[in-house]
């Protein structure tokens, strides 16, 4: 954790009281910690430390742009964060976590490491779908996306654009088909319920 020795907090030496810290996380830091969700970005973390005589509270602001690729073209694109984040901070024996806001940490240690916490609030702010907006994506990965990707027809069946598979398949419609009898029974059902 060398590394990460700017985001130790030394907790016992806090007088009680309000304390207040400032970070800003670019992309060493995001290099550095190898998580898999971000790898570039520039966010500003602004961070209160509230201590009382058995616990310390603290409070994240943290804001900025992280850069994620795109689920479609899988280029790189900009994604703004904003989030609070509470973490409640205890002495005790050893390191444990009671919750996802709860943290205890050896009171004879006495301080705690943030860079991992900040990573974590940082990627699950982040929205489960980045799709660049319409038109921004790549447009050589787009078209070949569209050329490989499987389109409903009218009867059901799926289409693919994929010009470079041309397969003879000759189905005989007279020939029955093995299904599963379980299936059939609940296909029953469903004829039953469009009656």
């Excluded at 205890?90 to 976590?97: S, T």
């Excluded at 299904?179 to 469009?194: A, I, Q, S, V, Y």
Aim: charged share 30%.
């Amino acid at each position: 954790m060398g590394k990460f020795k700017l985001y130790n907090v030394d907790l016992k030496n806090l007088t009680p009281g309000i304390h207040e810290f400032e970070y800003l996380l670019e992309n060493k830091f995001f290099v550095d910690i190898d998580g898999d969700q971000v790898q570039k970005g520039k966010v500003k973390v602004n961070l209160t430390v509230k201590r009382s005589s058995m616990m310390f509270e603290m409070n994240f602001q943290i804001e900025g742009v992280v850069m994620v690729p795109c689920d479609r073209c899988l280029d790189d694109m900009e994604i703004p964060i904003d989030t609070h984040n509470r973490l409640v901070v205890k002495f005790g024996k050893e390191y444990a976590e009671e919750s996802d806001e709860v943290v205890v940490i050896p009171e004879d240690e006495g301080a705690i490491n943030l860079a991992w916490f900040l990573y974590e609030f940082i990627a699950l702010a982040i929205p489960m779908k980045h799709v660049h907006a319409p038109g921004k994506c790549n447009k050589a990965m787009s078209s070949k996306l569209k050329k490989h990707t499987a389109r409903s027809t009218e009867d059901g069946d799926e289409e693919y654009e994929d010009d470079s598979v041309e397969e003879d398949i000759a189905i005989d419609d007279d020939v029955p088909v093995a299904t599963d009898p379980r299936w059939d029974g609940l296909k029953g059902l469903l004829e039953n319920d469009n009656n």
